[in-house]
């Protein structure tokens, strides 16, 4: 079993920095691909960014290319990600997640992950 827990969430401004964190417990983070999603009240989960098992590889959606770094550290257990220059439209409530399935090409639909936490709000006002 895959538990995972975030943290780091919080009310900022415009241009600041967050770093949030997930810690998985049971199985560990050894051997999962892992990933960052979002969503807000109405609106589908959106995948934010994502780390192969293997930490080689790193993907991000568009809007936080250069602003966003996934990271892992298995001997921890922990992934975070650091959000840098926030903006009102990285609001949301934000979710770890996991898959150990063998997965051929990065998944980035939520369907593609099995394990889940559950939830840290990052709120970001102008």
């Known amino acids: 079993q895959i538990r995972l827990v975030e943290s780091g969430g919080g009310s900022v401004h415009s241009g600041d920095s967050l770093k949030l964190t997930c810690v998985a417990t049971?199985?560990?983070?050894?051997?999962?691909?892992m990933a960052w999603f979002r969503q807000t009240p109405g609106n589908e989960r959106e995948f934010v960014a994502g780390?192969?098992?293997?930490?080689?590889?790193?993907y991000y959606t568009d809007s936080v290319k250069g602003r966003f770094a996934i990271t892992r550290d298995d001997v921890k257990d922990t992934l975070w990600l650091q959000m840098n220059s926030l903006n009102a439209d990285d609001t949301a409530a934000y979710y770890c997640?996991?898959?150990?399935?063998?997965?051929?090409?990065?998944?980035?639909?939520?369907?593609?992950?099995?394990?889940w936490g559950q939830g840290t709000q990052v709120t970001v006002s102008s």
């Open positions: 997640a996991a898959s150990d399935a063998y997965n051929r090409e990065f998944p980035r639909r939520p369907r593609g992950f099995a394990y």
């Open positions: 780390i192969t098992w293997r930490g080689d590889s790193t």
């Open positions: 049971g199985h560990g983070l050894r051997g999962l691909d």
